[in-house]
C-alpha cells in the first residue's frame, strides 16, 4: 500500500494497528449499528466488535473479523475503548461515501493504547489524510444474556422479506408485536396504531423462509422506536435470522456481504416491552 | 361489502387513493349496487373527487351482504393511502387485494396477498357516516375538452410545482392554452414570470369552445387527476362553463369513472386584462341561461347532499347558522336536487381560501322527512375546520 507514513512509529508501540484496502468495508458495517452518537469498540486478535446501546433495552454490535483486514495485529489481549462513531464515520468517509467507480479508499488504523487518540491515515489517490480522534473512557456495556440454548424460536428469513415491512411500519404504533408459533399464523409481525391495527403473517413454507425452528408460541412486544434503528442493518443484508429465547428476548442477527463478496455480521438484541394483555393480542 | 382486486387493477385502485388524497383529508367509502365509490372533498369544500369501480373492475364484488343494508364509511386519508403507500412496491409484490367492511367488526379490512405467500392485514377504524355526494352535471357546462391526458400532462409539467393556479382557456386559432396564475402582487412593478403553453387543436378528440373562453382553477388537484389518468392511459375531458362555474374533470373507461370537481375564479376576481389577453376582446359576453341559477352563485349550483341513510335518529341534526333566506332566490331548486325542500346549508366559519368561492356542500334533509317550514340543516360536524 503506497502509504508515506512518517509518523508511525514502530509497530510494537501500537495495542492495535489494522489496515484494509476498502474502507467501505468497514464504514457500511458501521453504518448499520450508526444509531447513537457513541460507540464501544472491543479489539481481540478474532478482531473488532463495535457496540451501540440505547436506553438499557436495546444493544446492537458489528462485528468486524480480522480477515476482512489485510493487517490486523493486536498486542494486548483485548483492548477496548469508547470513541464517537459520528466523528469515525465521518472521518472514514473523508473522501466521500460514494466514491467514483474504480476508486477505494485505503485505511490504517492505529491505537496507542488507553489515554491516546485513534489514529487514521486514509488514502485515496496518492493524497492521505491523517485522522486522531480522542478516544473515551470504556463505559460498560449490557450483558443480555442470550444463550442459544434458551432460545425458544428461530427463523432465517430472506432480507428482502422484511425490508418493506419494516419501512412501512406504522410508526404511530408504539409497539411492535412479534407472534412466532409452530402453528397458524407461524411468524407475524403486528402494529396498533392510529388508523387501526395491520398484521404482517408469513406463512412457514414461503420461499423467503430458509429455516424455520419453532417450538412453542411466542407473543412479545418490543418498543418500535427501539427495532426502527435496525432497519439500517436490514437494508444493508441479504439474511436475518429472527430469535427469541425463554425470557421474550429478542436477537436480530443479520449477515452482510461487502463489496469483497466477504461477510460480515451485526446483531441487535431487544428485551421485550410489558406483558401481553390478553384482550389485545 | 366485499371485494377482491387482483392483477394490474390493485395499482389502478392504489394509483386513485393516491389521486385523491391530494384533495382531502378525508376518504368516504360506500360500496353501491353499480360498484364501489370512493369520494373526498377538501376542506375549504372547493374541490371535490369521487371514483366509481365497476362490479367488473372486480374478481368479486358484493356490495352488502344479502339481506344487509349496505354500509359506508368515512375515514382518515392517510390511514387508507398507507395501504397503498408505495405503488412501486404495490405493483411489484401484491397478487390481490381484498376489501371487507361488516357492520359488526367496524373495522375495515384490506388484506393483500402478496408474493410469497406474505400477506398484510389492515384493520383501519372508520366512522360511520352520511354519503356525500356533490351534484354536478358534465351536460350542463357548455365547453367541452377532450384530449388523452397525456397532452394534458406534457402541458402542465413545465409549471412549477409551488404554483398554485392554472388558467385554462381557448386563444386565436383555437389553440387551448394554459397559463400559470399569477395572483395581483400589492407592487405591481415586481412581476413574475408566467409560463405558458398553448396546444394545437388537433391534439384533442373533442374541442367544443369558442376562442376566448377561460377559466382559473387550482393545480394541484388536476394534477392529482392527470397521475392517475395518466398511469392508466385515458382521456380526460373537462367540462366547463363561465368563470365561477365549477369545472368538472372527467376520465371514464369501461370498469371505472373518476370526476374531479374543482371550483374556478369567478370572473369578477379576474382582471378583465387578464383573461383577455387570450384573444383580442369578446364583444359583450352572452349570458347563456343554462338554468334558472345563472344569476346565482356557484352556492346554489354545488349542493352536496349528505342525506341520510335513513331513519336513524341518532344523527346530528345541526341547525344551520348563517343560513338566510333572504339570500336565496325564491324556489330555485337545484336542477338535481330532489325537490323544493331541498335547502342549501353553509359551512359556519369556513372562509373560502383566497378568491375561490367554497363548493358549497351543503347539506340537507331528505325530503321524506323534512319538517315543513324552515327546515333544519344536517350539516357535518365541522369541528375538524378552521
Do not use: W
Request: with cysteine; aromatic share 8%.
Amino acid at each position: 500500500m503506497p502509504l508515506l507514513t512518517p509518523q508511525i512509529q514502530d509497530e510494537n508501540d501500537y495495542s492495535l494497528v489494522a489496515s484494509l484496502d476498502n474502507v467501505r468495508n468497514l464504514s457500511t458495517v458501521l453504518k448499520a449499528i450508526h444509531f447513537r452518537e457513541h460507540a464501544t469498540c472491543f479489539a481481540t486478535k478474532n478482531g473488532i466488535k463495535v457496540t451501540v446501546e440505547n436506553a438499557k433495552c436495546v444493544q446492537a454490535n458489528a462485528f468486524i473479523q480480522a480477515g476482512i483486514f489485510q493487517e490486523f495485529i493486536v498486542q494486548e489481549e483485548s483492548v477496548t475503548f469508547r470513541i464517537n462513531l459520528t466523528v469515525l464515520l465521518d472521518c472514514l468517509s473523508i473522501f466521500g461515501s460514494s466514491p467514483m467507480p474504480g476508486t477505494l479508499t485505503a485505511l490504517r488504523m492505529c491505537y496507542q493504547g488507553y489515554g491516546s487518540p485513534l489514529m487514521l491515515f486514509l488514502e485515496e489517490g496518492g493524497v492521505v489524510t491523517v485522522c486522531k480522534i480522542n478516544t473515551q473512557e470504556p463505559e460498560e456495556t449490557l450483558d443480555f444474556d442470550f444463550c442459544s440454548t434458551n432460545v425458544i424460536n428461530k427463523i432465517i428469513l430472506q432480507s428482502e422479506g422484511l425490508r418493506e415491512a419494516f419501512s412501512e411500519l406504522d410508526m404511530t404504533s408504539e409497539v411492535l408485536q412479534i407472534t412466532m408459533s409452530p402453528d397458524k399464523p407461524y411468524f407475524r409481525l403486528s402494529t396498533f396504531g392510529n388508523a387501526g391495527s395491520s398484521h404482517l403473517d408469513y406463512p412457514k413454507d414461503s420461499d423467503l423462509i430458509e429455516s424455520f425452528q419453532c417450538t412453542q408460541t411466542q407473543v412479545n412486544r418490543y418498543k418500535i422506536s427501539l427495532l426502527k434503528p435496525s432497519t439500517k442493518a436490514l437494508v444493508l443484508s441479504c439474511k436475518v435470522s429472527i430469535r427469541t429465547d425463554n425470557r421474550g428476548f429478542l436477537s436480530l442477527q443479520y449477515m452482510i456481504r461487502n463489496e469483497d463478496g466477504q461477510i460480515c455480521f451485526v446483531e441487535y438484541y431487544c428485551c421485550p416491552d410489558e406483558e401481553v394483555p390478553e384482550s389485545e393480542s | 361489502m366485499k371485494c377482491l382486486v387482483t392483477g394490474g387493477n390493485v395499482k389502478v385502485l392504489g394509483k386513485a387513493v393516491h389521486s385523491l388524497s391530494r384533495i382531502g383529508d378525508e376518504l368516504y367509502l360506500e360500496p353501491l349496487e353499480e360498484g364501489l365509490s370512493l369520494r373526498t372533498v377538501n376542506s375549504s369544500r372547493s374541490a371535490y373527487a369521487c371514483f366509481l369501480f365497476a362490479p367488473l373492475f372486480f374478481q368479486q364484488y358484493q356490495a352488502a351482504a344479502p339481506g344487509q343494508e349496505g354500509l359506508r364509511c368515512k375515514m382518515l386519508m392517510k390511514s387508507f393511502l398507507s395501504v397503498f403507500r408505495s405503488l412501486a412496491m404495490v405493483e411489484k409484490t401484491v397478487e390481490k387485494c381484498c376489501i371487507s367492511l361488516s357492520g359488526r367488526s367496524s373495522r375495515l379490512v384490506v388484506q393483500l396477498h402478496c408474493k410469497y405467500g406474505v400477506r398484510k392485514t389492515h384493520n383501519l377504524s372508520f366512522q360511520d357516516c352520511e354519503s356525500l355526494q356533490a351534484v354536478f352535471d358534465p351536460a350542463l357546462c357548455s365547453h367541452v375538452l377532450r384530449a388523452p391526458a397525456r397532452v394534458f400532462g406534457e402541458a402542465v409539467q413545465p409549471f412549477s410545482p409551488a404554483l398554485a393556479e392554472v388558467t385554462l382557456g381557448i386563444g386565436s386559432g383555437r389553440r387551448v392554452i394554459l397559463r400559470s396564475y399569477l395572483e395581483e402582487e400589492a407592487d405591481s412593478t415586481v412581476k413574475a414570470m408566467t409560463t405558458e403553453m398553448s396546444i394545437g387543436e388537433e391534439d384533442f378528440q373533442q374541442l367544443q369552445a369558442q376562442e376566448g373562453v377561460a377559466i382559473t382553477f387550482c393545480l394541484k388537484e388536476f394534477r392529482g387527476l392527470l397521475s392517475f389518468a395518466e398511469s392508466a392511459n385515458l382521456s380526460l375531458s373537462i367540462h366547463f362553463d363561465v368563470p365561477g362555474r365549477p369545472a368538472i374533470f372527467a376520465v371514464q373507461d369501461s370498469l371505472l369513472d373518476g370526476h374531479f370537481v374543482l371550483a374556478t375564479m369567478s370572473e369578477s376576481d379576474l382582471h378583465s386584462s387578464e383573461l383577455h389577453r387570450l384573444v383580442p376582446p369578446l364583444q359583450a359576453p352572452s349570458t347563456p341561461h343554462l338554468d334558472d341559477f345563472a344569476s346565482d352563485d356557484i352556492d346554489s349550483y354545488m349542493i352536496a347532499m349528505e342525506t341520510t341513510g335513513d331513519s336513524e335518529g341518532s344523527r346530528a341534526v345541526v341547525p344551520s347558522m348563517s343560513l338566510s333566506p333572504g339570500c336565496r332566490p325564491p324556489s330555485s331548486p337545484g336542477p338535481y336536487s330532489e325537490d323544493n325542500e331541498t335547502e342549501p346549508g353553509t359551512e359556519p366559519g369556513t372562509p373560502p381560501p383566497k378568491k375561490f368561492r367554497s363548493l358549497f356542500f351543503g347539506s340537507i334533509l331528505a325530503p321524506a322527512h323534512s319538517p315543513p317550514g324552515p327546515s333544519p340543516v344536517l350539516a357535518e360536524d365541522s369541528e375538524g375546520e378552521g
